[in-house]
C-alpha cells in the first residue's frame, strides 16, 4: 500500500481517532498495570514509597507518551524506524562509555529523573527496523540468502552492545525478537532448524569449553546456569533465589496467603522482590488464581495485538503489531519461566508490572506503535 | 519507496499462516507455565508452606528459673538473683571494636575483656547476643542506656544468676553451679535444650549437680517471626518456662555455720546427724572457699592457691574422705566378738602392753598395759590389746561384717559429690583386690580400725546414730522436693543383741563421763546434755622398733602431715538420744585433745540450739571454752535475725 492509499476517507483524523481506539487492549494495559501498583505497595511493607508512586507516574507518563504515539500515523513510525534503530545503537554506544554501573554490569544513563536502559529501547526498535525492512523488501527476495545478512546484521549490532554490558538476558529477547520477526515475515523454515541446530551446538560448545582459557560465557553466567540445572545444590549462594522463589511461590497455594501477608516477601527472603521477582510476591499473596488471572491478563493482550493485527492490510502495521506482542510475550514467558525455575535466572522484567521506568516506558510507546496501527489501518 | 508488486492477499495470508503457528506456540508456553504454576502452587502447596514456615520461624528458649535450696527451717542455702549484664548483637553493632572501645568509656572493661568479647563475637552466629559484662550495677546499666545511641548493638538486659547467700558454710554440701560449657555437654548424657542456651547455668558439684534434674526445670520456648537476615520481626506464641523444684536439705544453717566455724583453722570435718530420721544437721568441711566465686567466675590465681592449698579446701572431707577409723572402730570389733559368741561380756582380757601374734609383737598405745581389762574399760581407756584377743577368737569375716551392719565401707546415698565407699576389709576383699592371702596380722590392725579398715566421718556418723538408736537409721539430706517430703529410709532394728549394745552404750559414757575415761576432760555437765562417745587416733606412719625403743616422738615433735589423725564419735543425750556426731582432725595429734572437745562443743550447740553457754561445760574446761567461743565468734552469725528478715521479705 501506498500513502495514497491512506486516504482521508479511509482512516481517521483529528478527535474522531480516540473513538477507533483499541480500548480493550488499553483497559488491559491498565489492568495490569493496577496489578503492579499494588505488588509495589505490599513488597514495600504496605507503602506507596518507595516504589509504587514513582511507578504510577511513570507509567502516566508512559500512557502520556502511547497517546502522543497513537495519534501519530502509523507511516511515520515506519519513516523513523531507522532512526530510531539508530538512536538505540548511539545509546547503546553511550552506555558503554558513560553508562552507570549496577550489579556487575553497565546498563543505565542518568537521566536526572530517570535512569534510562538504553537495551529495553533496543527490544523494540530493532522490531520496528525490521518490520519497515520486511515491508520494503519484496516478498520473494525474503529467504534469499543476502537479504537475510541484512537483518541479522541488524540484530546482532544491538546484541553485541548489550553483550558487552554485560547483560545476557536482554541479549537473548533481542536475538529472539528479532528471529521471531523473520518468522513473521515468511522466511523459510529451513533456516530457523539450521539456526535451532547452531543454538544446540553452541551449548554444546558452552560446556565443552568450560574451565578452559577459550571459556565463552564468564564465570557469573557460567554458575547461573549450574544454579538454574541444580538450584538445591547451592540453596544458600547462587541457588538462593531460585530456591527461595519457588517457596514463595509454592506456599501460596490455591488463594494465596492474602494481601500483604505474604511472608517470603514481607520477611525478605525473596531477592528483587520489587523487579524481577515480583511475579512471586503475587503468586504467594494471591495463589494460583491471581497468577493464573495475571497470566491471563497478558494472555488477552498478545490475543488482542494479534487478531488487531490480522485485520491490518499493511505489512509494516501488521509485522510492527505482531513483533510487540510476541517481544511482550518473550518478556512475561521468560520472566515466570525464570522465577520459576523453568529457565535460568537471566534478569528480564515481568512487562508493566516490575518496578522499573525503561521497560515500562519503552513498553507502553511500542503499545502506541501498536494503537497507531490499528488507529490508522485502512478500513 | 517502491511499491510491492505481490498481491497483498497472499502475503496477508503468509503472515497470518505465520502468525496462526506463533499463537500456538505462545498457547503452548502458556499451557507450561499454567501447568507449572499448578504444580507448584497446587500439588506441592503444602511442602512449600513448610519451607516458608521454616524460612520465617525461629524457636527461642527461655531459660528456667532454677530451683531454690532450702535449710530444714526455711532459709535460703542458694537463691536467683537479678543479674544486669551487658550483650552486643554483632549485625546491629557494625564495628564491632569501636563500640566496644566507647563501652569500655562508660563501664571498667579491660583489654582482655575486650579481646575475650571481641573472639566470642566473631565466633559466634551475627544475631545471637554475646554477653561482655555481667552483675553490672544499676548505675552502670543506666549509664549504658542513656549512651545507647552511641552504641549500636549493645543491650543491656536482666537475667538470673545463682547467688549462695550463706556463701562458705556450704560450699561442700550445697556445691556451686557455673555456665554450661562443651565440655560438660560432652560428658554428660542429656539432650535437653535448654543446655544449648548460651551461658545457662548447671550444677557443677554437691546437691546443685546431685539434684540437678528437679532443680533446672523446664525451658520456655517463644516462636518468633524472623526476616531473611534472621532478625526478629515479632513473637508468635510463647510457652512460659517451668521454673524448677525447690529443694529442702535437712541441714540446719545455724549449727552448720557453727561447726564450720569451730573447725575453722584446722583440716577437719565433723558431721551432725539425727539418730532417728537420719538426718544429717551439718555436713562441715575446713577449709572452706566462697562458691559465689565459681558463679562469678574465679580468676586464676585464687583457683590455683585453693587448688595448691595442702588443707585441700576443695575436698569435702566428711563425705569424700577417708581415714583409718581407729579406735572409733572398737565398738565394731566388740560387737562382733560377743554376737558371735565367741566371747562373754564380762570377761576380762590381761593387757601387759602388747600382745605377741605370729611372732610379731603388737602395741598397746600404753606401754604400761591396763592389766585385767574388760569391755568397759576397754572402751574407757581405749585399751588395745583387748581387742586383739577379741579379734583374732572372732575373725575378720565377722568383723567386717559387723562393720557393714553398722555402715562402715558402705556407700551411703546422699546427694553429694564423690560420696566415699569406705571399707571393711575381708579376706575375699584382699584376695580379690590385694590378691594376697589374708595375714593374722591384719585382723590385728584391723582390731583397733588401723590397717586396711577406712571410713569417713559420715561412715562414723552413721556408725553411732546406729549404736545409739539400735536401728538401721539411712542418712538422708534432702528433706522436701518441691514440697513433697523425701522419706525416711531404712528405720528396722538391727540384728543385734540389745544387751550387747546397752553394755557399749554404757562403756560410751564412761568414756565421757568417768574419771580416767579417754574423753573425761571434754565432759559436759549439764545432766540431760550427758554424751556417749568414743576417741579415736590414727596413726599415719609406721612406728617402729627402734623408736619405740626410744620413746615414740610426740605428735607435736612431728611435721603436721606426719601427725596422727584425731577422731571422736558421740552422740547425745545418753539417756534420750538425739545426735550423733563425728569429728576427724586431719593430723590433728590425739582425738582425745584434739577432736573430743570440738565434738563436745558442737553436741552442745546442737542440743541448745545456740551457742552453748558456759555452765555446760566442767568448771576447769570453762576458760579454754570461753576463748574458743570467743576466736569464732567473728565467724558465727545471727541466723534468727536472719530468718525473721527472710519471713519479712516473703
Known amino acids: 500500500m501506498s500513502y495514497l492509499e491512506y486516504t482521508v476517507r479511509q482512516t481517521p483524523t483529528g478527535a474522531r481517532k480516540l473513538l477507533y481506539f483499541n480500548w480493550p487492549l488499553i483497559v488491559l494495559i491498565v489492568a495490569v498495570g493496577c496489578v503492579g501498583f499494588l505488588m509495589l505497595y505490599s513488597v514495600a511493607g504496605g507503602s506507596w514509597t518507595p516504589w509504587a508512586i514513582a511507578q504510577m507516574q511513570r507509567f502516566a507518563l508512559g500512557m502520556t507518551l502511547m497517546f502522543i504515539v497513537a495519534l501519530t500515523p502509523i507511516w511515520f513510525w515506519r519513516n523513523t524506524a531507522g532512526v530510531a534503530y539508530l538512536a538505540s545503537l548511539i545509546l ?26 538504553p537495551s529495553e529501547m533496543a527490544k523494540i526498535t530493532v522490531v520496528m527496523l525490521l518490520a519497515a525492512y520486511y515491508d520494503w523488501l519484496p516478498p520473494e527476495k525474503v529467504s534469499r540468502p543476502f537479504w537475510i545478512i541484512v537483518p541479522l546484521v541488524f540484530i546482532l549490532l544491538p546484541v553485541l552492545l548489550v553483550l558487552r554490558q ?25 533456516y530457523f532448524a539450521g539456526v535451532i541446530a547452531t543454538g544446540c551446538a553452541t551449548i554444546y560448545a558452552v560446556f565443552a569449553t568450560r574451565g578452559t582459557p577459550r571459556q565463552i560465557l564468564s564465570d557469573y553466567q557460567m554458575d547461573r546456569i549450574d544454579t538454574f540445572l541444580d538450584p538445591s545444590a547451592d540453596p544458600l549462594g547462587d541457588g538462593y533465589h531460585i530456591t527461595q522463589s519457588k517457596i514463595a511461590l509454592g506456599s501460596g497455594g490455591w488463594t494465596g496467603r492474602g494481601y500483604m501477608q505474604g511472608t517470603q516477601s514481607q520477611l525478605n527472603f525473596l531477592p528483587e522482590k520489587h523487579t524481577d521477582f515480583i511475579f512471586t510476591t503475587l503468586a504467594e499473596e494471591f495463589g494460583f488464581v491471581g497468577a493464573i488471572s495475571l497470566l491471563a491478563l497478558y494472555g488477552l493482550i498478545i490475543a488482542f495485538c494479534v487478531v488487531s493485527a490480522m485485520r491490518m492490510r499493511d505489512r509494516f502495521a501488521s509485522l510492527v503489531t505482531l513483533g510487540i506482542a510476541a517481544t511482550f510475550f518473550l518478556y512475561f514467558a521468560v520472566n515466570m519461566g525464570m522465577v520459576m525455575g523453568l529457565l535460568p535466572v537471566v534478569g528480564v522484567p515481568l512487562p508493566l508490572v516490575s518496578y522499573g521506568g525503561s521497560a515500562m516506558l519503552v513498553l507502553l510507546v511500542a503499545f502506541g506503535v501498536v494503537q497507531s496501527a490499528h488507529i490508522h489501518r485502512a478500513r | 519507496m517502491k511499491r510491492p508488486t505481490t498481491d497483498p492477499h497472499v502475503n496477508e495470508r503468509k503472515i497470518g499462516r505465520r502468525a496462526f503457528v506463533f499463537g500456538a506456540a505462545q498457547l503452548g508456553i502458556l499451557g507450561v507455565l499454567g501447568y507449572r504454576m499448578r504444580e507448584l502452587q497446587i500439588k506441592q502447596a503444602d511442602q512449600y508452606r513448610l519451607l516458608a514456615d521454616e524460612n520465617r520461624i525461629n524457636i527461642r528458649l527461655i531459660p528456667p528459673a532454677r530451683g531454690r535450696i532450702f535449710d530444714r527451717n526455711g532459709l535460703t542455702l542458694a537463691d536467683n538473683e537479678p543479674n544486669y549484664r551487658i550483650t552486643i548483637v554483632r549485625d546491629n553493632a557494625g564495628d564491632v571494636e569501636e563500640v566496644l572501645h566507647r563501652l569500655s568509656r562508660i563501664v571498667t572493661l579491660t583489654p582482655e575483656q575486650i579481646s575475650e568479647a571481641l573472639e566470642t563475637v566473631q565466633t559466634s552466629s551475627p544475631f545471637v547476643p554475646v554477653t561482655i559484662l555481667d552483675r553490672l550495677t544499676w548505675d552502670d546499666i543506666a549509664e549504658v542506656s542513656a549512651n545507647a545511641p552511641a552504641l549500636p548493638g549493645i543491650t543491656a538486659d536482666l537475667g538470673l544468676s545463682r547467688y549462695y547467700p550463706v556463701g562458705n558454710d556450704f560450699a561442700h554440701v550445697v556445691g556451686y553451679v557455673g555456665r554450661v560449657t562443651s565440655y560438660h555437654l560432652s560428658r554428660i548424657d542429656d539432650n535437653d535444650p535448654v543446655l544449648r542456651i548460651p551461658d545457662f547455668q548447671i550444677g557443677l558439684t554437691g546437691v546443685e549437680v546431685k539434684e540437678e534434674k528437679p532443680l533446672r526445670g523446664k525451658a520456655g520456648t517463644r516462636r518468633i ?26 541441714v540446719d544453717t545455724g549449727l552448720q555455720n557453727f561447726v564450720q566455724a569451730r573447725l575453722a583453722g584446722e583440716a577437719a570435718s565433723a558431721i551432725v546427724m539425727d539418730v532417728e ?48 577409723p581407729g579406735s572409733t572402730f572398737k565398738m565394731i570389733t566388740a560387737l562382733a566378738a560377743f554376737e558371735d559368741g565367741q566371747v562373754d561380756l564380762n570377761e576380762t582380757v590381761r593387757c601387759v602392753g602388747h600382745k605377741e601374734v605370729a611372732d610379731v609383737r603388737f602395741h598397746c598405745w600404753k606401754r604400761a598395759g591396763h592389766g585385767n581389762v574388760n569391755l568397759h574399760k576397754s572402751l574407757k581407756e581405749s585399751c588395745d590389746v583387748y581387742y586383739y584377743d577379741l579379734a583374732l577368737r572372732v575373725g575378720i569375716d565377722k568383723i567386717a561384717e559387723m562393720a557393714r551392719k553398722f555402715g562402715i565401707g558402705v556407700r551411703h546415698d546422699i546427694p553429694m559429690s564423690a560420696v566415699a565407699r569406705g571399707l571393711a576389709p575381708d579376706k575375699a576383699w584382699k584376695r580379690e583386690v590385694r590378691e594376697e592371702d589374708w595375714r593374722i596380722g591384719d585382723t590385728v590392725n584391723a582390731s583397733i580400725g588401723q590397717g ?43 540384728d543385734v543383741n540389745p544387751n550387747t549394745l546397752e553394755a557399749i552404750r554404757k562403756s560410751m559414757y564412761a568414756v565421757c563421763n568417768t574419771r580416767g575415761g579417754t574423753a573425761y576432760a571434754s565432759r559436759t555437765t549439764v545432766q540431760d546434755f550427758r554424751m556417749a562417745g568414743k576417741t579415736g587416733t590414727s596413726q599415719v606412719r609406721r612406728i617402729t622398733a627402734a623408736e619405740r625403743a626410744r620413746g615414740v616422738t610426740r605428735n607435736e615433735d612431728l611435721p603436721w602431715e606426719r601427725r596422727d589423725h584425731a577422731l571422736w564419735v558421740n552422740y547425745a543425750p545418753y539417756d534420750n538420744p538425739k545426735y550423733a556426731v563425728a569429728v576427724i582432725v586431719e593430723h590433728g595429734g590425739g582425738g582425745s585433745k584434739a577432736a573430743a572437745p570440738i565434738g563436745r562443743d558442737i553436741t552442745l550447740r546442737a542440743l541448745y540450739g545456740r551457742t552453748p553457754p558456759l555452765e555446760a561445760y566442767p568448771s576447769r574446761a570453762q576458760a579454754s571454752a570461753r576463748a574458743t567461743l570467743r576466736r569464732m565468734e567473728p565467724l558465727l552469725r545471727d541466723f534468727d535475725t536472719q530468718a525473721a528478715l527472710d519471713a519479712d521479705k516473703t
Open chain 2, 225 to 250: 517471626e524472623v526476616n531473611a537476615r534472621g532478625r526478629m520481626m515479632r513473637e508468635l506464641d510463647r510457652v512460659e518456662a517451668i521454673k524448677g523444684d525447690d529443694i529442702q536439705l535437712t
Open chain 2, 452 to 494: 586396711y579398715v577406712l571410713s569417713s566421718p559420715l561412715h562414723l556418723a552413721v556408725m553411732t546414730a546406729r549404736l545409739a538408736s539400735g536401728r538401721a537409721v539411712e542418712p538422708r539430706l534432702v528433706k522436701s522436693r518441691n514440697g513433697v517430703e523425701v522419706p525416711i529410709a531404712g528405720n528396722a532394728p538391727i
Open chain 1, 92 to 117: 547503546l554506544v553511550v552506555v558503554e562509555i558513560i553508562g552507570d554501573v549496577g550489579g556487575g554490569s553497565q546498563r543505565w544513563i542518568d537521566l536526572g529523573f530517570m535512569r534510562l536502559q
Open chain 1, 166 to 190: 554485560p547483560d545476557l538476558g536482554t541479549s537473548l529477547l533481542i536475538i529472539m525478537g528479532g528471529g521471531i520477526m523473520l518468522w513473521f515475515a515468511g522466511v523459510h523454515w529451513a
Open chain 2, 277 to 324: 530420721t537420719g538426718d544429717l544437721l551439718a555436713v562441715g568441711s575446713a577449709p572452706t572457699f566462697d562458691p559465689n566465686l565459681f558463679v562469678r567466675g574465679i580468676s586464676t590465681s585464687d583457683y590455683n592457691a585453693l587448688l595448691n592449698d595442702k588443707y585441700r579446701p576443695f575436698r569435702s572431707k566428711a563425705i569424700q574422705d577417708i581415714y583409718p
